[in-house]
């Protein structure tokens, strides 16, 4: 491929990901027809496997969600708890160090880093009952629902440092 044509692929690249932006826009869905009505699993759909569709009917109809949903929605709540926790242990651990730092106390500085151990130590259970759910969710999860990551303690802690 020349540099002409190369330029052309790319100009058209731009060009297509500015018409998929446009498309998208800011994630407002509301102008759509039928936003915000709960979804009608009876109705012929493509996003509705036959074998499943008498089964979700009847799950719509006595207003239980399937379980991997139910899953998903207190995952996502424990993650966010889980990322509070550690921006509030970053936090805590800084002002604690740089408290003991200012006064030039050793003691100080030793409770600063012994709490934060017990904290990480805390911090690290909840990761691995997440990521246990989390299994379980990514496990039961119908096949075209992507799977969740896992998180690592290292990887909250990065993440709560940049918040």
């Known amino acids: 491929m020349n540099l002409s044509e190369e330029k052309k692929r790319q100009q058209f690249v731009s060009w297509l990901d500015q018409?998929?932006?446009a498309l998208i826009g800011d994630g407002n869905v509301s102008h759509l027809p039928n936003a915000g009505r709960k979804f009608d699993w009876s109705k012929e759909s493509?996003?509705?496997p036959d074998e499943l569709?008498?089964?979700y009917k009847i799950m719509q109809d006595?207003?239980?969600v399937p379980e991997w949903i139910a899953l998903g929605t207190e995952l996502e709540t424990q993650r966010e708890a889980i990322e509070r926790l550690a921006q509030r242990l970053q936090h805590d651990y800084r002002a604690r160090r740089s408290e003991a730092d200012r006064r030039g106390s050793?003691?100080?500085?030793?409770e600063?880093?012994?709490?934060?151990?017990?904290a990480l130590s805390r911090l690290n259970d909840q990761i691995a009952d997440y990521n246990r759910r989390l299994l379980t969710f990514n496990l039961t999860r119908p096949a075209?629902?992507?799977?969740?990551v896992p998180l690592t303690l290292e990887g909250v802690?990065?993440?709560a440092a940049e918040a």
């Open 112 to 118: 600063a880093d012994a709490r934060r151990e017990a």
């Open 144 to 148: 075209q629902i992507p799977q969740r």
């Open 53 to 55: 569709r008498l089964a």
């Open 157 to 159: 802690l990065q993440a």
């Open 19 to 21: 018409q998929i932006q």
């Open 62 to 64: 006595a207003n239980v």
């Open 46 to 48: 493509p996003h509705t």
């Open 106 to 110: 050793f003691l100080m500085q030793r």
